[in-house]
Nanobody, 120 residues
Framework: QVRLVESGGGLVQPGGSLRLSCATS????????MAWYRQAPGRQRELVAD???????NYADSVKGRFFISRDNPKNWVYLQMNSLKPEDTAVYYC??????????????WGQGTQVTVSS
């Protein structure tokens, strides 16, 4: 079983910054990708950024130039640096990982989510 745990959410004023972290655990052989999604009230969950293994980061248009995803591959952690935050960034942010277990089974796992609220 692969487990993801997010941290770093909170309340921030418009224009501020937050850094989300996602720790993974489990019997993982390799990751295909690690990503961040978000879901605002009354809206569908949407991709914020993803980082395929061996590839380049991809971002939703709404966060390009403000959010940055990074990975610590030895630790199997993924981060989301969020700058110039706007009220419309308010949402629950979820960590997502897809990969292969040591038993050669594909997996996709989600974290429990962390609330980010941007408000003055």
């Amino acid at each position: 079983q692969v487990r993801l745990v997010e941290s770093g959410g909170g309340l921030v004023q418009p224009g501020g910054s937050l850094r989300l972290s996602c720790a993974t655990s489990g019997v993982i052989r390799t990751f295909y990708s690690m990503a961040w999604y978000r879901q605002a009230p009354g809206r569908q969950r949407e991709l914020v950024a993803d980082f395929p293994t061996g590839g380049s980061a991809n971002y939703a248009d709404s966060v390009k130039g403000r959010f940055f995803i990074s990975r610590d591959n030895p630790k199997n952690w993924v981060y989301l640096q969020m700058n110039s935050l706007k009220p419309e960034d308010t949402a629950v942010y979820y960590c997502n990982a897809r990969g292969l277990t040591i038993n050669l089974q594909d997996f996709e796992s989600w974290g429990q989510g962390t609330q980010v609220t941007v408000s003055s």
